[in-house]
């Protein structure tokens, strides 16, 4: 072997020690032979061989068909590694060969790993997983694979019809909230409304298009002037735009399910408008150059000043809706200036001939109605695909064009140059600021001002000279004795010790020896007289006074600079933004007149619009179906950006000094404003008016099968009443009104058995204090006696599970301040139960209550009135019922069942507390555990869909749709519940994620049709579920499991979402 050679593998060796080295350091391995085994296998890579390392020593059981998802790690960017099998090679931490610190490792790198390698789910989770997977088994009929018609209409047509004067909305037909958007937007335009709806298509082509654009253009019309007669007249809240959206989609050749561009559809559309306005203005002037009303009303002009290697040029240039960059920017008017200047252009203000090329864009005209296209979507070269782009964004309510004006291009450029001085002053201001604000040489920095006071107060300090260890025996001698460092011996040791029992240790000279070089304690010990705080240790009177003095100084000199340099900031932008504030630069006003708003990612999402309304002074929110008042404030939430995932994606401001493009139209002779039918023409008036009838049929037919379903409920009630009592007089039968359900009940074993006993105890109670023994005296006194006695619970503060309403009507009629004439009648009806004792006493009472009953003249109880408290009563009852059972259920961790029970006890409640505070029930518990149910269903269906089996996905996604998804607008219908919003986003986000990863195909057709319907932010009530069939509880029985579950769910703490 030569030196050379020698050489070599001398270093190869400490080379390949030193990494061993760090692999211990890093992996807490102590088995060389391992650690040469993953240098090997790693190729001489630490990070490799630390992965190797920590995947073999975090092998955890092999489980029956066992998988596990694997999450991004060095070197793997796989989305989901699916199928990966545990290894049966278990970390033995009970084994006698490895003592306590080896074993301690093992654990804590198998812990740590697990999370690393398995799906991130706690055991809290899979637990609930596996309960939510049998409560899935028990309710097959819940989650089958049928798609949910996200969009059906409500069976009642009422729910459909058109309040007032309200805006008509338009129907999602399937992921096109894209069309709802821009065509309201336009339709609010009057001035374009009224070109739409005036429209006739040229003579010459109505019988055969001479191209393509006419065969195309003109049925695009057609559908156009009828959806828009529609959304003038309908008596409907909403109408069906699917004629006009099979023309667009047929001419996008899309699959229904591709989520269209809103720019791109804009453009789409204004081309199409523009051709058949062009084809009608050709025939309109034949012989003059025709003027094209879609070109007048949303093209202007720009000239482009530049100069390309060294040569001027200016090209006059025309525009539509105009494209500007987000990212990088944080307002509008930095958008537009960035847009308006290209390139280096130092050269354009000089009369020298240089070789620098750039350009500006100076608008020479200006539509009337001006678009933005804030391009907000950009694309990821590394990744592959478009991401969006979620910052923030400001643009005003009213925006001032003149700066970007041609005949403005001198003074422009004198203020541009202005702030380019002024920014450049800025930046250098900031730069002497941050040195105050972050000073120090090392990676912490802290404002200067903070750190000259710590060093006063340091210097300031008291030492207090007190040993922070104060039960070590500081008067043990440095060595110590054996009898000092050794416990004292146990009993069973005394024993076994002999003649050496009783006698002392005497330390050895090796013991000596041997504790002289341990010093087990004391070595470590920490000085005495060690300060409790940081402080001085020696300072006189004077240098504390001197050093007090300046540190006070420089602290005061360090906060006037800096409050300095704050304030000469703050002026300089102040006027950076008042730059363009005189008069003369704000004689071209743009008002904002529609938003569209986007949310979601690049491939799915949905839109709506935000437009103002000029006659009622406020926003309103165009959201498909749902039109809402809105705000200035929730635009700005939804609209600028960085909140969410909702950001603005067009705005289209109008020239704020041309009313024509908003204004009503007047009639000529009358001067009265035209509204609904009477701006139409001939027509369109008709069309509107046949589809109106067409509606009020389905009112009329709606309305008579109610009122015969109503019809025959009631005759089957009086049947089986007629049933339940064939033994009844004729007098008895006249008697017009039943008892309540809840009142009378066939079997002595149920509610009329107790109720009977409350009747039978308020009569022998009357009795034993009534003189006078008559029926009728009887019968007042002991309905005196019952109704002190329930006055007295509903007047009784008591704790929730003890909701003494459930125990008779007339408590929660008491509570909700029912009229007296329906607790007389009421009380009555009581007395006048049939199923009495039958004691001569009672029966007679009995007959006194029901005389009274028929005596009761119509005029004087108004029996409408009386019947609809008691159906209040039979509402709030099964409220009651729907919630026990639902409250029931998610104790069990039965949350499919659990949802269904408390979605409509939350719905019937909300109505009941419409008409009183008392009237149902605490409206946040139901809220939360409503909320509740929904997170885990949306947790559990996540977690199947990462599994990326078919069948588990399917199963997933097939929650989300049937239960999940047509749940949503009922959490958003009412924006003023924070929490549910909040749950909203959080289960958006978790399916949103999964956007940014990798996954197979199939997986990502499933979730881009999936999103939008997530994503979708109507308010509308979709389709869903029946009610759940309620089971007949008796009073006794109600209060009893109602008591019950209420008391636990004050001992379970709640996570206070």
């Not at 989305?79 to 970390?91: E, R």
């Not at 639902?886 to 008409?915: D, H, P, R, W």
Request: aromatic share 8%.
């Amino acid at each position: 072997m030569t030196v050379e050679q020698n050489v070599l593998q001398q270093h190869s060796q400490k080379h390949q020690q030193t990494l061993l080295n760090q692999l211990r350091e890093v992996t807490g391995t102590t088995d060389v032979q391992l650690l040469q085994q993953a240098l090997q296998v790693s190729n001489g890579d630490l990070a490799e061989a630390v992965a190797f390392l920590t995947e073999k020593n975090a092998k955890v059981p092999q489980q029956d068909e066992a998988t596990y998802y694997q999450t991004a790690q060095v070197g793997n960017d796989r989305y989901i590694s699916v199928g990966s099998q545990a290894d049966t090679n278990v970390i033995d931490l009970t084994g006698d060969d490895k003592d306590d610190l080896q074993r301690a490792i093992a654990l804590s790198l198998e812990e740590s790993n697990r999370a690393f390698r398995e799906t991130g789910i706690t055991d809290e989770e899979q637990a609930i997983s596996r309960v939510l997977e049998a409560s899935i088994a028990e309710n097959k009929a819940s989650l089958k694979r049928t798609h949910t018609e996200v969009w059906s209409d409500s069976p009642n047509p009422h729910d459909r019809k058109r309040l007032d004067n309200c805006p008509v909305g338009l129907k999602n037909v399937g992921n096109t909230c894209w069309f709802s958007a821009v065509i309201q937007s336009l339709f609010n335009l009057l001035e374009f409304q009224r070109l739409v709806l005036h429209y006739s298509p040229p003579a010459r082509v109505q019988d055969l298009p001479r191209n393509q654009k006419e065969h195309r253009n003109l049925p695009f019309m057609k559908e156009l002037r009828k959806l828009f007669s529609l959304m003038v007249g309908s008596k409907r809240k909403y109408v069906d735009p699917s004629q006009a959206v099979e023309i667009l989609k047929e001419a996008f050749k899309s699959s229904e399910s591709q989520q269209q561009d809103v720019s791109e559809f804009t453009h789409k559309l204004l081309d199409w408008l523009e051709d058949a306005f062009q084809t009608k203005a050709e025939e309109d002037r034949e012989g003059e150059k025709p003027k094209n009303p879609m070109v007048e009303l949303f093209y202007g002009r720009f000239l482009a000043v530049g100069i390309h290697e060294g040569k001027k040029f200016e090209n006059t240039e025309m525009f539509g809706q105009y494209p500007l960059q987000v990212n990088g920017f944080k307002d509008l008017h930095e958008c537009l200036e960035a847009a308006m200047v290209e390139g280096e252009i130092e050269s354009l203000h000089s009369a020298e001939n240089s070789a620098k090329s750039g350009q500006e864009h100076w608008f020479t005209e200006l539509p009337p109605v001006l678009t933005f296209e804030l391009s907000r979507f950009e694309f990821n070269q590394a990744l592959g695909r478009p991401e969006k782009i979620h910052n923030k964004l400001e643009f005003p309510s009213m925006l001032y064009m003149d700066r970007y004006m041609d005949r403005n291009r001198e003074i422009t450029r004198i203020k541009r140059e202005e702030i380019r001085r002024l920014k450049e002053h800025l930046t250098l201001l900031q730069q002497r600021l941050e040195r105050y604000l972050s000073y120090g040489s090392g990676p912490k920095r802290f404002p200067l001002a903070d750190v000259l006071q710590y060093a006063m107060e340091f210097a300031s300090s008291k030492p207090v000279c007190t040993s922070p260890v104060e039960d070590i025996d500081t008067s043990a001698p440095p060595g110590g004795t054996i009898a000092q460092q050794l416990p004292a011996p146990s009993t069973a040791d005394q024993g076994l010790s002999g003649p050496l029992e009783g006698s002392t240790l005497a330390p050895t000279p090796q013991a000596q020896q041997r504790v002289s070089i341990h010093k087990p304690f004391t070595q470590s010990r920490l000085p005495p007289d060690l300060p409790m705080h940081p402080a001085p240790r020696h300072i006189t009177e004077e240098e504390l006074r001197v050093l007090e003095s300046c540190l006070h100084r420089w602290r005061s000199e360090v906060e006037n600079d800096t409050r300095d340099l704050q304030g000469s900031i703050s002026r300089i932008y102040r006027t950076i933004e008042l730059m363009y504030s005189d008069k003369t630069m704000m004689q071209v006003p743009y008002r904002l007149h529609a938003v569209l708003v986007h949310e979601g990612q690049a491939n799915a999402g949905h839109y709506w619009a935000y437009i103002y309304d000029p006659n009622q002074n406020l926003w309103m929110k165009y959201n498909d179906i749902s039109v809402t008042k809105s705000s200035w404030e929730e635009l700005m939430r939804d609209s600028f950006g960085g909140y969410r995932n909702a950001s603005a994606y067009c705005l289209m401001y109008i020239n704020d000094k041309k009313p024509f493009l908003i204004k009503e139209e007047f009639d000529k002779e009358t001067g009265q404003m035209l509204s609904g039918l009477d701006k139409l023409p001939p027509d369109l008036k008709e069309y509107v008016k046949e589809d109106n009838q067409l509606f009020e049929r389905e009112l009329e037919d709606w309305d008579s099968m109610q009122a015969r379903k109503a019809q025959q409920e009631k005759q089957a009630l009086a049947a089986a009443a007629r049933a339940m009592c064939p033994e009844a007089s004729p007098a008895d039968s006249s008697v017009p009104q039943q008892d309540p359900e809840y009142m009378e009940q066939p079997s002595p074993t149920d509610d009329s058995k107790q109720l009977k006993d409350d009747t039978e105890r308020a009569i022998s109670k009357a009795a034993a204090e009534q003189d006078e023994k008559s029926p009728e005296a009887l019968l007042g006194a002991a309905i005196k006696v019952e109704y002190t006695r329930l006055l007295r619970l509903a007047q009784e503060d008591t704790a929730p599970e003890n909701d003494y309403r459930l125990q008779h009507v007339i408590v929660y009629f008491l509570q909700n301040q029912a009229p007296k004439k329906i607790l007389e009648r009421t009380l009555l009806m009581q007395f006048a139960d049939r199923n009495l004792g039958f004691d001569e006493r009672c029966k007679s009472i009995m007959k006194v209550a029901l005389a009274k009953l028929d005596l009761i003249k119509p005029d004087e109880v108004n029996m409408e009135e009386y019947e609809t408290w008691h159906q209040d009563y039979q509402n709030f009852r099964e409220t009651t019922v729907l919630l026990m059972l639902g409250l029931e259920q998610y104790q069990k961790k039965s949350f499919v069942e659990a949802l269904m029970y408390l979605i409509y006890a939350y719905q019937y409640n909300k109505e009941l507390l419409t008409k009183g505070l008392y009237r149902g029930h605490d409206e946040e518990l139901i809220a939360y555990y409503r909320r509740e149910c929904l997170l885990k269903l949306n947790e559990y269906a996540a977690a199947l869909f990462e599994s990326g089996e078919e069948p588990e996905v399917n199963v997933g996604l097939n929650i989300m749709n049937d239960l999940v998804v047509p749940c949503i607008p009922l959490l958003l219908v009412d924006e003023m519940e924070e929490k549910d919003m909040v749950a909203v986003e959080d289960m958006r986000n978790r399916w949103c994620s999964y956007l940014g990863q990798e996954m197979e195909p199939n997986l990502q057709e499933k979730l881009t049709d999936f999103l939008p319907k997530l994503l979708d932010c109507s308010t509308e009530i979709k389709s869903f579920h029946d009610p759940p069939k309620l089971p007949a509880y008796s009073t006794l029985e109600l209060c009893e499991r109602w008591g019950h579950v209420v008391s636990s769910l004050s001992r379970t703490p709640a996570d206070g979402r």
